[in-house]
């Protein structure tokens, strides 16, 4: 079975931080990925998506991920945050006609 | 979200008490999902469905069914309700069964007391 992990559980940095939150996943064939944002009592918004083609893509909000085949990794960057990037972040997989899998979630919390 | 609505957003209910949620879409998505969120675990698939009548079970079935008789409506129950089942209850759809990514509702928070 596919698994996606996020071993980053809580982060917490101060404003105008550059973030990197770290996602991989175990399927090795072709996979879609996607990184979800969950805003403090409300549901899961996609933030960005990646099917083929350019492995940086950009997304919301200036959030980009970037794709990497060889490590089986799918990571979410954004130069500068803001307080009000305060949130919980799920990577997802999908492939073939499968599910989607999601990780367990990474907190981030923002100091202003 | 447009398109996907769940109801209620609030319940409380006693222990050993039938619960229903109701997830409606207007979208005539094939595919929905119901995920229940819990502190630690992320999202948890509880059963899907991919047309009419037809449904599955997710990886946290137990102690809950599901049915669905239109399109547009998905119900999940809690057959008897208890602690363990307090959670927030999310919905999806989708077109396919994943690879372009779900459409979430807003959720329910249930507290079964």
């Known amino acids: 079975a596919q698994s996606v992990s996020q071993h980053n559980h809580h982060v917490i940095l101060s404003e105008a931080a550059s973030l990197e939150l770290g996602c991989n996943y175990s399927?090795?064939?072709?996979?879609?990925l996607f990184w979800y944002v969950q805003y403090p009592g409300q549901h899961l918004q996609l933030l960005l998506k990646?099917?083929?083609?350019?492995?940086l893509v950009k997304g919301i909000k200036g959030f980009e991920a970037e794709f990497i085949k060889s490590k089986f990794s799918f990571n979410l960057r954004k130069p500068s945050v803001q307080w009000s990037d305060t949130a919980e972040y799920f990577c997802?997989?999908?492939?073939?006609?499968?599910?989607?899998?999601f990780g367990t979630g990474t907190r981030l919390t923002i100091i202003p | 979200d447009a398109g996907i609505t769940q109801s209620p957003r609030h319940k409380v209910t006693e222990t050993g008490t039938p619960v229903t949620l109701r997830c409606h879409q207007t979208?005539?998505?094939?595919?929905m999902y119901w995920y229940r969120q819990d502190p630690g675990h992320g999202l948890r698939l509880i059963h899907y469905?991919?047309?009419?009548?037809?449904?599955d079970k997710g990886e946290v079935s137990d102690g809950y069914s599901v049915s669905r008789s239109k399109t547009e409506d998905f119900l999940l129950t809690l057959e008897s309700a208890t602690s363990s089942q307090t959670s927030v209850y999310f919905c999806?759809?989708?077109?396919?069964?994943?690879?372009?990514?779900?459409?979430f509702g807003s959720g329910t928070r249930l507290t079964v007391v």
């Open positions: 979208e005539n998505h094939r595919y």
């Open positions: 990646y099917f083929s083609g350019d492995p």
């Open positions: 399927y090795g064939g072709t996979v879609n």
């Open positions: 999806a759809i989708s077109t396919d069964r994943g690879g372009y990514g779900y459409t």
């Open positions: 997802a997989t999908g492939f073939g006609n499968e599910k989607l899998t």
């Open positions: 469905s991919y047309g009419v009548k037809d449904t």
